[in-house]
Structure formats: structure tokens, C-alpha cells
């Protein structure tokens, strides 16, 4: 089993600061749950975007070529979410971890940009950025401006007139750095699991492989997503797990780590 760290307890917090500063190489691992403080929803949720545009009929790379202006209706959508939203305590926490050399750095699922924003430096994008419209033909990038999302005209690409998408990965896309990726989590010892339930690929993999070269999971979330049933080995005894809002447990846990 996991060990819950009691919060109200110093010695609790002792020990999982010490355990973050004995790791080798620490890398956390994020999902919608460390955006949520920033005002995005998780897209899951309840009143999230895939409770209004269906993924298999907005957000699939066929339906972008067969039907791109069905397409940016979604795009449009997430684009107004993201528009104006700031880092929140816990991206901030995460990089204070990194300049101090705590955390190697982050393996993110969001698209939001605001690890970068709080200061981030290792920050490897599994689905892609929102911050640039790319074009699949000529490969082109460009900066997103807030006419993007509020014109009923799709973008064209200024080379070859191609429309434009989100650089984010679309289903039916390969994702994004996943060489990078594994190489960066083969060495790592601490795997800080912070607002996902990983259940999802490739992130669904990550806790079983730390787990299988000796290290352990960190896990901050609401709830517990990663129950021990779906680990293979036993040192789920190594593992930890912060209960509550990561934008309070995560910075309290930067200060422990003082």
C-alpha cells in the first residue's frame, strides 16, 4: 500500500521531503488536475469540453482534413479557455523544486504553457502546445493571437494556404517527444504523479516502469487514482501519496524542502 502523508503532521512532511531530496533524478508527471487552480477544467469533467463537442466528431486528425471548420469549433472553444489564464501555486511550486535541483524537470499532458510561464525549464509536452496554429503540409508555426479564436474564418497557412491547427496532438496523431521521453524516465527514481489518474497513454505506463527500475511514485491528487491493484510489484510500499488541492500540498512541500 501506499503511505498517505498526514498533513497535519510535521514529522508526515519530513519524511516526504526527504524523500524527494534522497531521489537521484525526481520528474513530475502532470495532468488537467494542477491547471484546474488556473480556472481550466479538466476537459473530463463535468461541463468540460468533451461533455460538449464529442472527440470522435471535433478532435480526430481525419475530421481536421475532412471537415476542418467542424473542427475549429473545438479549437475556438479550448482557445477561449486558455486565453488570459495565469500559472497557479502549483505550477510555481514545481519550478521553485527545479531551481533548487530537486526536480529534473516535468512531463506534462496539458497545453496550456503555464509550467513555462511559472519558470519551468524541462518541460517535455506529450499532446502539444496552444500556444502556435501549425500546418501539416509545409510543417509552418505561427504565434496564436486571440483573432484566431474569435473570427469564424479558419486560418490559412501564408505559404501554401493549407488550414492552420492548434500544434496540439489530435487523436490519430503520434504524440509528441516520446523518445525524449522514455530516455528522460529511464533514470528516474521519484515519479511526482500530480492531477492525472494516468490513464491515458503513453503516461499510463510511466508509474509501472519507475516501479520496475526501483523507484517510486509521489502521487498528489484529490483522490487516489493509482491504486495498488494495478501494480505488478510490491514496492508499492515505497510509494506516497499527498491528498488534497496540489496547489496548497505542492507548495508546502517546496517549503519543506527548504
Not at 502549483?90 to 512531463?107: C, D, N, P, Q
Request: with cysteine.
Amino acid at each position: 500500500m501506499q503511505r498517505t502523508v498526514d498533513l497535519k503532521s510535521e514529522q508526515g512532511w519530513d519524511d516526504v521531503a526527504a524523500a524527494l531530496k534522497k531521489a537521484r533524478m525526481a520528474v513530475a508527471l502532470t495532468g488537467a488536475g494542477v491547471s484546474v487552480p488556473s480556472g481550466i477544467p479538466d476537459f473530463r469533467s463535468p461541463g468540460g469540453l468533451w461533455t460538449r463537442f464529442a472527440p470522435e466528431k471535433y478532435a480526430t486528425l481525419d475530421v481536421f482534413h475532412k471537415h476542418p471548420a467542424t473542427a475549429w469549433e473545438l479549437y475556438r472553444a479550448l482557445g477561449k479557455v486558455l486565453v488570459g489564464k495565469k500559472p497557479n501555486p502549483a505550477h510555481v511550486a514545481l519550478a521553485k523544486l527545479e531551481s533548487k535541483g530537486l526536480l529534473a524537470g516535468i512531463i506534462t499532458q496539458n497545453v496550456d504553457g503555464l509550467h513555462q510561464q511559472a519558470g519551468s525549464q524541462q518541460v517535455f509536452e506529450i499532446h502539444g502546445e496552444h500556444q502556435h496554429l501549425q500546418c501539416l503540409r509545409c510543417e509552418g508555426l505561427i504565434p496564436v493571437c486571440p483573432e484566431h479564436f474569435s473570427s469564424k474564418e479558419i486560418p490559412l497557412c501564408s505559404t501554401c494556404a493549407h488550414p492552420l491547427k492548434p500544434n496540439v496532438v489530435l487523436f490519430g496523431e503520434s504524440v509528441r517527444q516520446l523518445d525524449a521521453i522514455e530516455t528522460f524516465i529511464a533514470q528516474c527514481d521519484l515519479l511526482l504523479v500530480i492531477g492525472t489518474s494516468c490513464q491515458v497513454y503513453p503516461a499510463s505506463t510511466f508509474p509501472d516502469q519507475v516501479r520496475r527500475q526501483g523507484g517510486a511514485v509521489l502521487e498528489c491528487n484529490r483522490e487516489s487514482a493509482l491504486f495498488p491493484s494495478r501494480y505488478k510489484r510490491a514496492s508499492a510500499q515505497k510509494d506516497w501519496f499527498l491528498q488534497g488541492d496540489v496547489a496548497q500540498t505542492l507548495v508546502r512541500l517546496s517549503q519543506y524542502c527548504d
